[in-house]
């Protein structure tokens, strides 16, 4: 006997056509594939015991303090409507630090579309029967997958809210990337009449992985998770960071038609926008994007006014007012991490490449490209 969700999920018209031989497959072949994709993506939700629970990456988490911005947003939309939360994608510890700060001031929980890299070993196991994560199958044409996805995603959203991350992985170029519409127009599929889409920015001072990260530029193939969190653990000897969570106001889904690729690709356009200017601009990407290779300490100073300057005419979100204060508060963190060095009163560039990578997570808030070199 099917459970409500397969059955919900069968029931719906995009699976009951691939079923009946639109995508050129034909009865048992077609439904084998939906019920392993399907079972391969169901998740379950134990809050409960999620919150008790001792989480593997505690170590690493401890390191970063939990700040946010504007939670009021969410904690009225979550009283009378359906919530879709669209972040930015800097760590593998977004996926702890933003529901967390959620749980921590008394949210509900969402699912949350995590890369299916994720779900390997006990890690994996944590996430598909406690913390109620969907794992995503990035970069795959297969429509049998694309199909179940959506129909179980908008299936989801009837009972639960969602957190994902329209870039799809992490930006390992350390810029704001183009949003993807697939969950998007997953969500709209729902058709739920108080849908709104809460556009989310995270910050850190320093990201725990910007040396893996900024080493590739380019995601070239699929790491396994437990060769990255061994290498996460490396990272994260003598590492501390902030994380600062911005919620945006809630962008409302009534009047964006699914069936309309156009109208979904705006919305996600919209929402990217939103994330962009919601993102806190904190020393260590001032610093960065002001440097250049030697810089006398007052020269780095006011290069970060100007900039300063620049991204206030923008309204940006800005966590300094001053070239000073920005390399009072940056200076040791990017030293300690190997950077930048300092020998009386200059900065040099240690690591050009790490720092670049910084640099860009503020080259959407600019009306020049390319200065950081």
Do not use: W
């Amino acid at each position: 006997m099917l459970d409500d969700i397969t059955q919900a999920v069968l029931a719906r018209e995009e699976v009951i056509k691939y079923l009946s031989g639109g995508y050129s497959q034909r009865g048992g072949e077609a439904r084998d594939r939906v019920r392993a994709y399907l079972e391969e993506l169901r998740t379950t939700q134990r809050h409960a015991i999620y919150r008790a629970l001792q989480h593997p990456l505690y170590p690493i988490l401890r390191k970063i303090d939990r700040h946010h911005e504007h939670l009021d947003r969410v904690a009225e939309a979550v009283r009378t409507h359906r919530l879709v939360y669209a972040s930015n994608h800097r760590s593998h510890t977004d996926y702890l630090v933003e529901p967390l700060v959620l749980d921590d001031n008394g949210i509900r929980p969402p699912l949350i579309a995590a890369g299916i890299n994720l779900f390997g070993g006990p890690l994996g196991l944590i996430h598909k029967h406690v913390t109620g994560a969907i794992p995503i199958r990035r970069n795959t044409k297969d429509p049998a997958y694309l199909i179940t996805l959506k129909a179980y995603v908008a299936e989801m959203l009837k009972k639960h809210d969602l957190f994902f991350y329209p870039e799809g992985g992490r930006s390992y170029s350390g810029e704001l990337k183009p949003a993807k519409t697939g969950l998007f127009h997953a969500a709209l599929s729902a058709e739920c009449p108080n849908l709104v889409i809460v556009p989310v920015a995270i910050a850190y001072d320093l990201v725990l992985e910007d040396r893996i990260l900024a080493r590739q530029r380019v995601k070239k193939q699929q790491r396994p998770f437990g060769r990255e969190l061994a290498e996460m653990v490396r990272y994260a000897v003598g590492y501390h960071s902030r994380a600062v969570v911005t919620f945006g106001t809630p962008v409302p889904a009534a009047g964006t038609d699914p069936h309309s690729r156009s109208d979904v690709l705006e919305l996600a356009r919209t929402v990217r926008q939103h994330v962009g200017a919601l993102y806190k601009v904190l020393p260590t990407a001032l610093f960065t994007a002001a440097m250049r290779p030697s810089l006398l300490r007052c020269d780095l100073e006011g290069r970060i006014d100007r900039l300063i300057e620049e991204l206030s005419a923008r309204r940006a979100n800005l966590a300094v007012t001053s070239g000073r204060q920005a390399v009072d508060e940056a200076a040791e963190a990017l030293v300690t991490r190997g950077i930048v060095v300092v020998d009386r009163g200059r900065f040099r560039v240690r690591d050009r490449t790490v720092l670049r990578y910084y640099a860009r997570s503020i080259e959407h808030l600019l009306v020049t490209h390319g200065r950081a070199h």
